[in-house]
C-alpha cells in the first residue's frame, strides 16, 4: 500500500529524503522507539505522537510531514492518511509550546534564504503542493 502510494504521489527517494518524509505504521513502536532513545515519558506524552493512554500512534498509517521552525528544528508533525480510509485525510500535532500552527509554514525553513534573495513567496495549499514546485 505505501509502495502504490508513492509511486502514485511520484515521491522519490530523492525527494522523501529532502523533506525528511516518514511513515507511522499502524503499531505501538513509536513508543517503545521514543524510550529505546531515552525520551522521557513526559516529553513523549506532550509530543502528540501518541492517541490517549494506550501508547497508540497517533498518526496510524500516515506519511508524515516533519514541520520545522525558522531554526530548523521539527515542532510538530502533518500525516496525511495513505489508505483513502481514514478521516480526517490529515492529522496535524497539537498545539504546543514550541509549535503554533499560525506562526508555521511548511518548507519555510528550507525556502527561507531564496524568499530573502528574490522578495518573493509562493503560497500553495499542502505539502505535496509544495514537493511539486521543489
Not at 481514514?86 to 500535532?93: E, F
Not at 503554533?100 to 503560497?123: C, G, P, R, S
Request: with cysteine.
Amino acid at each position: 500500500m505505501l509502495e502504490n502510494f508513492l509511486q502514485k504521489r511520484n515521491l522519490t527517494k530523492e525527494i522523501i529524503k529532502e523533506f525528511e518524509i516518514g511513515f507511522a505504521a499502524k503499531d505501538k513502536s513509536i513508543y517503545e522507539t521514543l524510550k529505546n532513545n531515552e525520551i522521557d515519558d513526559y516529553a513523549i506524552f506532550n509530543s502528540s505522537l501518541l492517541s490517549g493512554n494506550e501508547n497508540r500512534n497517533f498518526f496510524n498509517d500516515r506519511l508524515i510531514f516533519p514541520i520545522h521552525d525558522k531554526f530548523g528544528n521539527i515542532v510538530a508533525f502533518s500525516g496525511r492518511d495513505i489508505t483513502g480510509l481514514g478521516n480526517p485525510k490529515y492529522l496535524n500535532s497539537s498545539e504546543t509550546i514550541v509549535f503554533k500552527k499560525n506562526e508555521a509554514m511548511f518548507n519555510y525553513y528550507h525556502a527561507k534564504d531564496e524568499i530573502i534573495k528574490t522578495n518573493e513567496v509562493l503560497i500553495v495549499e499542502g505539502q505535496f503542493d509544495c514537493i511539486a514546485l521543489w
